[in-house]
């Protein structure tokens, strides 16, 4: 894969970096990504990436494995480094972020939070439109 084909696949991931509405598939963290589309597009061995990156090796190894998440600085440079946004990492990032926020909320605390919202939702349905006269 050459760096316009990795470019390419990167930008058509991040197109569509949520599964849609209703599967439970998780979203690929953005260093996933970079080790398994980004990285092997180029000739760049991790130790000189992290160098070109202004980072440890160790550093860029937990983003690598998902264990650390990818900064607006670390985005910043990753689409100089790779020519892509930094919003195509920041959104690779708040994608799979919010889908294990998602999964961290306990159900009740869920069932609570949904069953507020419908109260609210009926209380608002059932008041009358405020008009530029009742202002």
Same mark, same amino acid.
């Given at each position: 894969?050459?760096?316009?084909?990795?470019?390419?696949?990167?930008?058509?991931?991040?197109?569509?970096?949520?599964?849609?509405? /209703?599967?439970?598939?998780?979203?690929?963290?953005?260093?996933?990504?970079?080790?398994?589309?980004?990285?092997?597009?180029?000739?760049?061995?991790?130790?000189? @990436?992290?160098?070109?990156?202004?980072?440890?090796?160790?550093?860029?190894?937990?983003?690598?494995?998902?264990?650390?998440?990818? @900064?607006?600085?670390?985005?910043?440079?990753?689409?100089?480094?790779?020519?892509?946004?930094? /919003?195509? &990492?920041?959104?690779?990032?708040?994608?799979?972020?919010? &889908?294990?926020?998602?999964?961290?909320?306990?159900?009740?605390?869920?069932?609570?939070?949904?069953?507020?919202?419908?109260?609210?939702?009926?209380?608002? /349905?059932?008041?009358?439109?405020?008009?530029?006269?009742?202002?």
């Amino acid at each position: 894969m050459n760096a316009k084909q990795t470019n390419d696949a990167m930008k058509s991931f991040a197109e569509n970096p949520l599964p849609p509405t /209703g599967r439970r598939m998780k979203p690929s963290h953005p260093g996933e990504i970079l080790r398994d589309i980004a990285l092997p597009g180029t000739t760049l061995s991790i130790s000189k @990436t992290a160098q070109l990156l202004g980072v440890s090796r160790r550093h860029l190894c937990r983003i690598l494995d998902a264990e650390r998440p990818v @900064t607006p600085e670390i985005a910043a440079r990753l689409s100089a480094l790779f020519s892509t946004s930094v /919003g195509l &990492w920041l959104n690779m990032q708040a994608a799979h972020d919010a &889908w294990e926020a998602k999964k961290l909320l306990r159900p009740q605390v869920r069932r609570r939070l949904v069953a507020t919202n419908k109260t609210l939702v009926r209380k608002a /349905g059932t008041e009358q439109p405020q008009t530029a006269a009742h202002v």
